[in-house]
């Protein structure tokens, strides 16, 4: 199963349009994209949304709790989206889950990028709802377009959100996604 998340809250302080808004909108995009020409992957699909991530993961981690090892075992890995749209992104950070031996999906993600000569930069687990299904030993990838100036501000509102770099993120979740689902899994 390839289980595809974003988190939904943001801090008191912010509107969260990029912190974020901007990872759940490429996620939803990506889903109804999936729904809408009907694909028939090869691996089960879920896409997932968490609350109170900002005060600790809360969302994510009652998730996973909550899961059998068998179901975890279900899940060959767990692509986190957090600040998909940020302003002046020079590269995508993508994750690498060294300790679980994830290779396909931050492989798919950094050759699409390669393809499209954008730069990634490598980062590891945590920080964000991914550090709850690595914490449980499920593989995970994803990427992140760095933080923002505005992070946790209020100045995090639309104005906040680079459209061509949004349109990007998502462009590159759909088009990975498409590729691990036409997939059967490695193990």
Same mark, same amino acid.
């Given at each position: 199963?390839?289980?595809? &998340?974003?988190?939904?809250?943001?801090? /008191?302080?912010? #509107?969260?349009?990029?912190?974020?808004? =901007?990872?759940?909108?490429?996620?939803?995009?990506?889903?109804?994209?999936?729904? /809408?020409?009907?694909?028939? #992957?090869?691996?089960?699909?879920?896409?997932?949304?968490?609350?109170?991530?900002? #005060?600790?993961?809360?969302?994510?981690?009652?998730?996973?709790?909550?899961?059998? &090892? @068998?179901?975890?075992?279900?899940?060959?890995?767990?692509?986190?989206?957090?600040?998909?749209?940020?302003? !002046?992104?020079?590269?995508?950070?993508?994750?690498? %889950?060294?300790?679980?031996?994830?290779?396909?999906?931050?492989?798919?993600?950094?050759?699409?990028?390669?393809?499209? !000569?954008?730069?990634?930069?490598?980062?590891?687990?945590?920080?964000?709802?991914?550090?709850?299904?690595?914490?449980?030993?499920? #593989?995970?990838? &994803?990427?992140?377009? &760095?933080?923002? %100036?505005?992070?946790?501000?209020?100045? %995090?509102?639309?104005?906040?959100? %680079?459209?061509? $770099?949004?349109?990007? =993120? $998502?462009?590159?979740?759909?088009?990975?996604?498409?590729?691990?689902?036409?997939?059967? @899994?490695?193990?």
């Amino acid at each position: 199963m390839l289980l595809t &998340g974003a988190h939904l809250d943001s801090v /008191k302080e912010s #509107p969260g349009i990029n912190d974020n808004g =901007s990872g759940t909108a490429a996620v939803l995009a990506t889903a109804l994209q999936v729904a /809408k020409s009907r694909l028939d #992957p090869e691996r089960h699909l879920r896409f997932a949304w968490w609350g109170a991530e900002e #005060p600790g993961l809360i969302g994510s981690a009652d998730y996973v709790g909550k899961l059998s &090892g @068998a179901e975890r075992r279900r899940i060959d890995v767990y692509l986190n989206f957090d600040q998909a749209g940020s302003k !002046n992104t020079q590269q995508w950070l993508v994750v690498h %889950d060294d300790e679980h031996g994830e290779t396909e999906a931050q492989q798919a993600f950094e050759s699409w990028f390669a393809e499209r !000569n954008i730069p990634t930069f490598d980062i590891g687990v945590g920080g964000s709802d991914h550090e709850s299904f690595g914490n449980a030993g499920i #593989p995970s990838s &994803g990427f992140s377009t &760095g933080i923002s %100036d505005c992070i946790h501000e209020a100045c %995090d509102n639309l104005a906040n959100v %680079d459209p061509k $770099t949004e349109t990007t =993120s $998502t462009d590159a979740l759909i088009g990975v996604l498409w590729k691990l689902a036409a997939t059967i @899994a490695r193990r």
